[in-house]
């Protein structure tokens, strides 16, 4: 059965409170494809957006106490392993994530044992690896 993310979602959630990072959701962008005829409902089904699932800031760092942070989450599936492939990002996310400032952008992992890591975007990873992450 494929996944549809809210469990890594809900992981990143609690990783993110207990670093005091001050995270909101994004929701999906969505595609308009026709109307039911009842105003305010519609059919659309979900696009490849770029943007992040989650932008907020970190209460901690600098001297001004917060940091932007953008932070897109993935499940590591059952034939991925220990090892997640940065292609598991749409092209697009990856476009949206390098061209924010340095420092910035992350990538949030839910392994398959539970464990939550958050690792520094990168434009030319290769993958996330279990046990670098933070």
Same mark, same amino acid.
Not at 45 to 60: I, K, N, Q, T
Not at 80 to 87: A, I, K, L, Y
Not at 93 to 110: E, I
């Given at each position: 059965?494929?996944?549809?993310?809210?469990?890594?979602?809900?992981?990143?959630?609690?990783?993110?409170?207990?670093?005091?990072?001050?995270?909101?959701?994004?929701? +999906?962008?969505?595609?308009?494809?026709?109307?039911?005829?009842? +105003?305010?409902?519609?059919?659309?089904?979900?696009?490849?957006?770029?943007?992040?699932?989650?932008?907020?800031?970190?209460?901690?760092?600098?001297?001004?106490?917060?940091?932007?942070?953008?932070?897109?989450?993935?499940?590591?599936? +059952?034939?991925?392993?220990?090892?997640?492939?940065?292609?598991?990002?749409?092209?697009?996310?990856?476009?949206?994530?390098?061209?924010?400032?340095?420092?910035?952008?992350?990538?949030?992992?839910?392994?398959?044992?539970?464990?939550?890591?958050?690792? +520094?975007?990168?434009?030319?990873?290769?993958?996330?690896?279990?046990?670098?992450?933070?």
């Amino acid at each position: 059965m494929r996944s549809n993310g809210r469990t890594g979602e809900q992981a990143f959630e609690f990783w993110a409170k207990q670093r005091k990072w001050r995270m909101f959701k994004v929701p +999906p962008d969505v595609r308009i494809c026709g109307s039911t005829k009842r +105003p305010g409902v519609f059919l659309a089904v979900f696009s490849d957006g770029g943007m992040a699932d989650f932008l907020g800031y970190s209460e901690l760092d600098d001297l001004s106490g917060a940091s932007f942070r953008a932070v897109e989450v993935k499940e590591a599936t +059952p034939t991925e392993g220990d090892n997640v492939s940065h292609s598991r990002l749409s092209l697009a996310q990856r476009k949206f994530m390098a061209a924010l400032p340095q420092g910035t952008a992350y990538v949030g992992v839910l392994w398959r044992d539970g464990k939550m890591e958050v690792f +520094p975007f990168s434009g030319d990873r290769g993958s996330y690896r279990k046990g670098e992450g933070t």
